[in-house]
C-alpha cells in the first residue's frame, strides 16, 4: 500500500467507449502524474497537475483528456481510443518543489482496447 | 531521444552474489536519480536515490553509485536474493515544481535460489 489508489485495476473497452480511469492519494502531496506504460517502453510522462494545475502535457492525442478536481484526485478520461492505446497507466504523485522527494505510484489499470 | 538508458533488458545473478544494474543518462541538468523497483501487476516502488552532489548512497543491501563525469549511475545488491527478482527501472529527475521523473526501460532481474 503506498497511498495511491487508482481504481479500476483492468479495464476493457470498445473504441467507440468512453471510460475514466481515477486515482487517489493520501499523503499530502501537490503534485499528480499519470504515466502509460507499453511493452519494452520506458515508462511516459503524460501529464503533471501541480497545486491542481495543469503544468505539463507531453504531445498526448486529445482523446486522452486529464481532470484534478482537488490536490487528492486525478482522473483520466478516455474517449475513441485505440487498440494501440492499451497499456498499464499509472498514477504518481509527489510533493512538488525542490528537496528528496520521490514519486509514488499507484498499483495501475491495466487497459486493453478492443 | 531516449534521455535515460538501462542497456540490458534482462540480467541472472545467483542468490548470494551481487547484482549490478546499470543506467546512464545524457542530461547533465538532472539534478536527482532514483531507483524503483515493480513487480507484476502492481506499481513502481521506490527503492533508493541519490542526489547530483554525492557519489554514493547506501540502504541495507542496496547502494547505488553516480559518476557524473560519465553520465552513469548504477544499482549494487548484496546478497541478492530470489525476492528481489522484478524489474528494475532507474529515473532522473530535473529540478523544478514538479520533480517531474524520466525513467529508463528498465531491466528485469532473475535471482536463481
Known amino acids: 500500500e503506498t497511498g495511491v489508489t487508482q481504481t479500476p485495476r483492468h479495464l476493457v473497452m470498445g473504441m467507440t467507449n468512453k471510460k475514466s480511469l481515477k486515482c487517489e492519494q493520501h499523503?499530502?502531496?501537490?503534485?499528480m502524474y499519470w504515466y502509460k506504460q507499453s511493452a519494452k517502453k520506458p515508462l511516459e510522462l503524460m501529464f503533471v497537475?501541480?497545486?491542481?494545475?495543469?503544468?505539463e502535457n507531453n504531445s498526448v492525442p486529445s482523446r486522452f483528456s486529464p481532470e484534478c478536481p482537488n490536490s487528492s484526485h486525478l482522473f483520466l478520461h478516455l474517449h475513441t481510443l485505440q487498440p494501440e492505446d492499451s497499456a498499464l497507466y499509472l498514477c504518481a504523485s509527489s510533493r512538488a518543489g525542490q528537496g528528496n522527494t520521490e514519486a509514488f505510484f499507484g498499483q495501475g489499470t491495466r487497459l486493453t482496447v478492443v | 531521444d531516449q534521455q535515460v538508458k538501462q542497456n540490458s533488458p534482462s540480467l541472472s545473478v545467483q542468490e548470494g552474489r551481487i547484482s549490478i544494474l546499470n543506467c546512464d543518462y545524457t542530461n547533465s541538468m538532472f539534478d536527482y536519480f532514483l531507483w524503483y523497483k515493480k513487480y507484476p501487476a502492481e506499481g513502481p516502488t521506490f527503492l533508493i536515490s541519490?542526489?547530483?552532489?554525492?557519489d554514493k548512497n547506501e540502504d541495507g543491501r542496496f547502494t547505488v553509485f553516480l559518476n557524473k563525469s560519465a553520465k552513469h549511475l548504477s544499482l549494487h545488491i548484496v546478497p541478492s536474493q530470489p525476492g528481489d527478482s522484478a524489474v528494475y527501472f532507474c529515473a532522473a529527475r530535473k529540478g523544478g515544481a514538479t520533480n517531474k521523473l524520466i525513467f529508463g526501460t528498465g531491466t528485469l532481474l532473475a535471482v536463481q535460489p
Open positions: 541519490i542526489s547530483s552532489i554525492k
Open positions: 499523503l499530502g502531496h501537490n503534485a
Open positions: 497537475y501541480s497545486l491542481e494545475e495543469r503544468v
